[in-house]
């Protein structure tokens, strides 16, 4: 068959259940090969859950969640020779890393090498890999957070598997390092790897993925290019002008339809330039006292994608509708 890219993680239908409670409900999204795709959400939304089951650590309730096309199907039956040949198929990054505090990076990558057939001369190679060369003697546990990242990520890809599985692994790294995670995962999709990468935070993933999927309450709520999540929240020219409805209706009759005016009474112009809102402006006769760009964070543009359901009116007072949760502002989204 022609034309059909051949899939590197495929999610059918999966729910997953803890006891009675619903982690996962009805999630389908496929992830073509040599791509990297995002998978974000609130805490809870169900990430977790659908790395460590495409890691064959959780068995769905129903559905499917499998890793490959041809050639990548993870392994089954003897114990041993899974691990050996899963660890050519698929790698996990996982949180907490599961590192030995008091083991030197080498010594655990031997111990990983050993239980999955590689020979030590791979390790060494693994620590350059992951620029962790200078540090090999050093205890697990005296490493940053970055440089634990690192040594997860090292013992991932011992087996060099074309698919990488990555549950928040730019959670407590700094800018250079999610920079240098991101440059990882290009090199490896350049060379035909794939990889899902988990995150609470588009921010921190969205350099690099090929396709965004927002989980909401362990339900998707938007698959797809992140051009086409930026098309959807665009940046936007918010301008205070003496008459905003006359300047909103030269904009539309000049194409630009998509303006939007705030409760403080500025106009949110999307797509226009700042000389085409002044030349709209001169035209409807309005006097522009600003205009300021407001380029949306897309944390924020996460934030309203995952939006908590407003709380039920309760008719009884002093009793809400629902079970009361906090809110606190997710994802510390600069205003
Ligand atoms: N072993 C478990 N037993 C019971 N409930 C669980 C278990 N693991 C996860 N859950 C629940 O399932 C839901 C989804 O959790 P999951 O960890 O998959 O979400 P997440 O998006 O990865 O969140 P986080 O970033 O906080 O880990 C949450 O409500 C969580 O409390």
Do not use: C
């Not at 964070?297 to 949760?325: E, F, M, W």
């Amino acid at each position: 068959m022609t034309g059909v890219a051949p899939l590197a993680f495929s999610v059918r239908a999966m729910t997953k259940r803890y006891g009675l409670a619903s982690a996962v409900e009805n999630v389908s999204f496929t992830v073509a090969s040599g791509t990297t795709a995002a998978l974000v959400g609130p805490p809870g939304a169900g990430k977790t859950t659908i790395a460590r089951t495409l890691l064959g650590l959780l068995e769905p309730t129903s559905g499917t969640a499998a890793v490959g096309g041809p050639g990548t199907n993870r392994p089954r039956g003897d114990a041993d020779r899974a691990a050996v040949s899963s660890a050519r198929v698929v790698g996990g990054v996982l949180a907490p890393r599961g590192l030995h505090p008091g083991r030197t990076a080498r010594d655990h990558l031997r111990v990983y090498a050993a239980a999955v057939g590689v020979p030590d001369g791979r390790v060494e190679e693994v620590l350059e890999l992951v620029g962790l060369g200078d540090v090999a003697r050093s205890k697990a546990g005296a490493l940053s957070a970055g440089q634990q990242t690192r040594l997860a990520l090292a013992t991932a890809v011992l087996g060099d598997p074309p698919l990488l599985v990555l549950d928040e692994p730019m959670d407590g790294l700094d800018a250079a390092e999610r920079g240098w995670l991101q440059d990882f995962l290009r090199r490896h999709a350049k060379r035909g790897g794939s990889a899902l990468v988990t995150s609470a935070s588009l921010a921190a993933v969205l350099p690099g993925a090929d396709n965004v999927i927002v989980l909401n309450n362990g339900a998707v709520v938007y698959q797809g290019s992140p051009a086409r999540l930026r098309r959807g929240h665009p940046d936007r020219l918010v301008v205070a002008a003496s008459t905003p409805i006359a300047l909103a209706t030269v904009l539309a009759a000049r194409g630009f339809t998509d303006a939007v005016i705030r409760p403080d009474g500025r106009l949110a112009v999307a797509e226009a330039t700042e000389a085409d809102i002044r030349d709209a402006a001169t035209a409807a006769q309005v006097r522009l006292d600003s205009i300021i760009p407001d380029l949306i964070h897309p944390d924020r543009v996460l934030a309203s994608l995952t939006k908590p359901p407003a709380p039920a009116i309760s008719p009884y007072p002093g009793l809400s509708g629902t079970a009361h949760h906090p809110t606190p502002m997710p994802y510390g989204i600069p205003r």
